[in-house]
Each structure stands twice: as structure tokens, then as C-alpha cells.
């Protein structure tokens, strides 16, 4: 399976779990968003941490 065909199965499986309309007009839209948010996602995933790092506290007002 392709990375392309991948990405196609995983947004009409999306659509349908959350019973989203999908128009085949939108399809590279959707998918071209879906790359960026992947390719954004791996960036983070692949930053090198050391173990002894801690969240940010979380202030409120």
C-alpha cells in the first residue's frame, strides 16, 4: 500500500468514525493538510529530550 493510498484509507475512515460529509472535491485539500500535520508531527516526535526533562508547570489566572 502506498503512502498516498494509506493516507486516502485513513481520512474515509476518519470521515466515517465521526460522520463527517466528505466531498471528493476536498479529498486533496484534506489530504494535503494531513501531510503537513504529519510532517509537523514527525519533527516533534523525532527532537531528542533527556530523560530528566519535566512538562512547563501550567499557571492560570
Known sequence: MTVENALDSYI???A???ALPLEEAWR???R????????LA??????PL?????PASV???
Open 16 to 18: 466515517k468514525a465521526l
Open 28 to 30: 486533496p485539500a484534506v
Open 32 to 39: 494535503a493538510n494531513l501531510e503537513v500535520s504529519l510532517r
Open 59 to 61: 499557571f492560570a489566572a
Open 12 to 14: 474515509d475512515a476518519v
Open 42 to 47: 514527525r519533527l516533534v516526535d523525532e527532537f
Open 50 to 54: 533527556p530523560d530528566e526533562t519535566e
